[in-house]
T-cell receptor
Framework: GAGVSQTPSNKVTEKGKYVELRCDPI?????LYWYRQSLGQGPEFLIY????????DSGLPNDRFFAVRPEGSVSTLKIQRTERGDSAVYLC??????????????FGPGTRLTVL | DQQVKQNSPSLSVQEGRISILNCDYT??????FLWYKKYPAEGPTFLIS?????DKNEDGRFTVFLNKSAKHLSLHIVPSQPGDSAVYFC????????????FGKGTLLTVNP
């Protein structure tokens, strides 16, 4: 596709449930990032993948959060035992490691997660 | 502790005038700075960036200025257009950190016709 896509666009769940959020990066982009944007805040880094491996997961808030990228393309962010404080917009971004714009990250539209 | 700060939550300017958005940072290890623009219900869109080895970068109506000694950068939009109305985020990264971005809280720019 032309850009980064994320599904679902909206997810409403109940406290304690498990959710999965999907990200489809730009074709050929090996670097993939997850960010979380809470109301009134800027996006905050969660995790970075280079290829299939999580090269930096220092932003994950606790062990209820986990992300995978098994084939080096699509990534899934998984949240167990959701809490109301997890409500936020979850953004995915991808980056082309080569070329002139190697520092630029391209963002998807985000998934708005609401935990009731 | 916020490493990237945008102290103005909002800014309102008249169409055709200059918009100046400001950003301060505290981490001297940051060496690359970016501005993103965000419309409601959309992801942030890259606007312009600057490396710490430069003090100015220009792209059409958009210019970013970097003052390393003051740890301050600004985005100038000239002339401002109603379509520029959006939230603008300042972001920073440092080499060797996988280019992960640290964002400010954003400034809502409104350009009035």
């Amino acid at each position: 596709g032309a850009g980064v896509s994320q599904t679902p666009s909206n997810k409403v769940t109940e406290k304690g449930k498990y959710v999965e959020l999907r990200c489809d990066p730009i074709s050929g982009h090996t670097a993939l990032y997850w960010y979380r944007q809470s109301l009134g805040q800027g996006p905050e880094f969660l995790i970075y993948f280079q290829g299939t491996g999580a090269a930096d997961d220092s932003g994950l808030p606790n062990d209820r959060f986990f992300a995978v990228r098994p084939e080096g393309s699509v990534s899934t962010l998984k949240i167990q035992r959701t809490e109301r404080g997890d409500s936020a917009v979850y953004l995915c971004a991808s980056r082309n490691r080569g070329g002139l714009s190697y520092n630029e990250q391209f963002f998807g539209p985000g998934t708005r997660l609401t935990v009731l | 502790d916020q490493q990237v700060k945008q102290n103005s939550p909002s800014l309102s300017v008249q169409e055709g005038r200059i918009s100046i958005l400001n950003c301060d940072y505290t981490n001297s290890m940051f060496d690359y700075f970016l501005w993103y623009k965000k419309y409601p219900a959309e992801g942030p869109t890259f606007l312009i960036s600057i490396s710490s080895i430069k003090d100015k970068n220009e792209d059409g109506r958009f210019t970013v200025f970097l003052n390393k000694s003051a740890k301050h950068l600004s985005l100038h939009i000239v002339p401002s257009q109603p379509g520029d109305s959006a939230v603008y985020f300042c972001a920073a990264s440092r080499g060797g950190s996988n280019y992960k971005l640290t964002f400010g809280k954003g400034t809502l720019l409104t350009v009035n016709p």
